[in-house]
């Protein structure tokens, strides 16, 4: 079974209520004849309920940009799964390269997250990535390894059918610089593989891979055309509805 193409935008601390209900307007109105294809949109965790409400009945999935393990509790600043639920989201993204770098999460915090969050019923966006440091010193596979296999630790095969993985290269995320399409397609080959190890060859081929780091009207393309790029994650051009709207209607 060919996978399901899913473009998704994190829109991360962007956007007041007012400016993403009627973003998120647009986004529905640009993606209505993309019918083929999954779109989910992430906006920050004060606007959930009002993307929610702004995009009813379009099938866009509205998701956290994180998740707790915990469903309630003392856990200053952290937001379960039971919340996001109640703002109608459906799903969550765990282990973004921000998180990662900039707020020090782990690989065994964000197995945390990824498996709270599918037991509250969410789908889950497990971000993984290797740092330019990494790319150059020859170790970007190794590190994508590491953090497939750490991220879904005891998570079963069952599960795997609401997990979806996407590959961002920290170098190329917010940066203008975007994988080339054969690295994106190695990374993506690798990860695909790997998946397969994991779990039984049919799982891993039905999990979709998605590519995130830079991505445009101008390279979307190209992209979508790679066989195991199955979407893309994007930041900064889902800020704008004309560009991903654009990025929606991909050819
Ligand atoms: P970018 O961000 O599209 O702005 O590079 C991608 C991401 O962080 O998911």
């Avoid at 929610?52 to 099938?59: F, L």
């Avoid at 991220?151 to 795997?160: I, K, N, P, R």
């Amino acid at each position: 079974m060919p996978r399901r193409a899913l473009i998704a935008g994190n829109w991360k601390m962007h956007k007041t209520v007012t400016d993403a209900t009627l973003l998120a307007e647009q986004i529905a109105a640009a993606g209505r004849d993309a019918t083929d294809r999954d779109i989910l949109l992430a906006p920050p965790f004060t606007s959930l309920g009002a993307v929610t409400g702004a995009v009813e009945g379009s099938g866009i999935v509205v998701a956290g940009q994180n998740v707790s393990w915990e469903e309630q509790g003392a856990f200053t600043g952290e937001i379960s799964p039971l919340m996001l639920k109640d703002l109608g989201a459906t799903a969550a993204i765990v282990g973004h390269s921000e998180r990662r770098q900039i707020f020090g999460e782990t690989d065994s915090m964000i197995n945390k997250r990824l498996r709270g969050g599918l037991e509250q019923g969410l789908s889950i966006l497990l971000c993984i990535g290797e740092t330019l440091d990494e790319r150059e010193s020859g170790d970007a596979l190794a590190i994508l390894e590491q953090q497939v296999r750490a991220g879904l630790a005891e998570v079963s095969s069952t599960q795997m059918a609401s997990v979806v993985i996407a590959y961002e290269p920290v170098w190329a995320i917010g940066t203008g610089k975007t994988a080339t399409t054969e690295q994106a397609q190695e990374a993506h080959g690798f990860i695909r593989s790997l998946l397969c190890d994991l779990y039984e060859k049919d799982i891993g081929n039905s999990i979709r891979i998605l590519y995130g780091g830079s991505v445009k009207p101008a390279n979307i393309d190209e992209l979508m055309a790679q066989p195991d790029i199955d979407g893309v994650l994007v930041g900064g051009a889902s800020l704008d509805a004309e560009s991903f709207g654009r990025i929606i209607n991909y050819k």
